[in-house]
């Protein structure tokens, strides 16, 4: 068998990393090609490389992140009241192994969002399935699955996702059928996935925001008890802009 129908067959089963690195391996002068197990492991490191690579760009398009935020590029200091020890940590993203909650909160634009769809995009670059919804979006989403007839088809699709990203809760008030979604989406979530909601709002707000006692303790004891929370300080950084 010569290279060219080597490489026609890694093409046709689809090794498109291997394809590409023997073919770079072609083009150089003879001694300098790899050879025997180096040939071998090389072409298995770039497959694995590209295809992490394809998984990474998957990942990110199915979660429709609001702002394609880098972890490296959201500033750390105390004007902002987020530590470069506590930003790490949320980076190396042990939380959504330990089911736990993110709650972001702070006046607007001060980089909720941001910083919220920056640890989505490190999921992301984690093989984490993540997916974010402006609670607006989600509202929507809920009507119109009920309308449809597959609530539960939506609710059981949330359940499956690893990180949801719920950005803005409390500018939108909540009808009856919203708070009950809500709340099953906590118990489903509960110590098992995770969750990172941002909000103007001050987490002790929040009881006052869902205005139905027994449905927001319900609420707030499954998101808020096994959490961590970031009260971003500083003027808008829309301003500054």
């Known amino acids: 068998m010569n290279t060219n129908q080597t490489l026609e067959q890694m093409k046709e089963l689809k ?33 694995k490389l590209h295809r992490g690579n394809d998984r990474m760009t998957t990942l990110l398009k199915s979660a429709r992140l609001r702002y394609q935020a880098l972890p490296q590029s959201i500033e750390c200091n105390a004007t902002r009241n987020l530590s470069k020890t506590t930003w790490s940590t949320l980076l190396e993203s042990n939380y959504i192994q330990q089911g736990a909650n993110i709650l972001i909160t702070g006046s607007t634009g001060c980089g909720k969002s941001y910083v919220a769809c920056a640890l989505a995009y490190q999921a992301c670059l984690l093989g984490i399935r993540t997916r ?37 809760f409390g500018l939108q008030n909540l009808n009856k059928t919203s708070k009950l979604a809500l709340l099953q989406i906590m118990e489903d979530r509960y110590a098992k996935k995770s969750l990172i909601v941002t909000s103007q709002l001050p987490v002790s707000s929040w009881y006052e925001y869902i205005d139905e006692p027994t449905l927001a303790d319900a609420i707030m004891d499954r998101m808020t008890a096994n959490s961590h929370r970031l009260e971003l300080k500083g003027e808008s950084l829309r301003k500054k802009k």
């Open 132 to 168: 974010y919804f402006n609670m607006n979006r989600l509202i929507e989403g809920i009507v119109m699955a009920k309308t449809e007839g597959s609530y539960l088809k939506f609710l059981n699709q949330l359940e499956k996702i690893p990180l949801i990203v719920l950005d803005d």
């Open 15 to 47: 090794l498109a990393g291997m394809a590409a690195s023997y073919s770079s391996q072609l083009n150089l002068p003879v001694n300098h090609q790899l050879e025997g197990h180096e040939l071998i492991a090389h072409l298995l490191e770039a497959e």
